[in-house]
């Protein structure tokens, strides 16, 4: 079935910067939805930005910190995070149309 694949999560100070990878089951296109949500310990899964054509949206919680970026050619999706922040720290899932990732945990420390 579909299921994308997260990437590139890891351990990062507050005020660090990482990118995330999502690469997407099979090929996609500019009408494919692309979305990142995340869920930190002890709370609801909740919506970070998402891609659509070449229209985004983000959370008001990342915006001007989080950059969503596509790959149609490469069937991916990126997430670039700078300026991170404690807060930050959950498991973040790709959403490729209806089909979630299984997610990568980053984790924000000071």
């Known amino acids: 079935q579909v299921q994308p694949v997260e990437s590139g999560g890891g351990l990062v100070q507050a005020g660090g910067s990482l990118k995330l990878s999502c690469e997407a089951s099979?090929?996609?296109?500019?009408?494919?939805?692309m979305a990142w949500f995340r869920q930190a310990p002890g709370k609801q899964r909740e919506f970070v930005t998402q891609s659509i054509g070449y229209t985004t949206a983000y959370a008001d919680s990342v915006k001007g910190r989080f950059t969503i970026s596509r790959d149609n050619a490469r069937n991916a999706v990126y997430l670039q995070m700078t300026s991170l922040k404690a807060e930050d720290t959950a498991v973040y899932y790709c959403?490729?149309?209806?089909?979630w990732g299984r997610g990568t945990q980053v984790t924000v420390s000071s």
């Open positions: 099979g090929s996609i296109s500019s009408g494919t939805v």
């Open positions: 959403r490729q149309d209806m089909n």
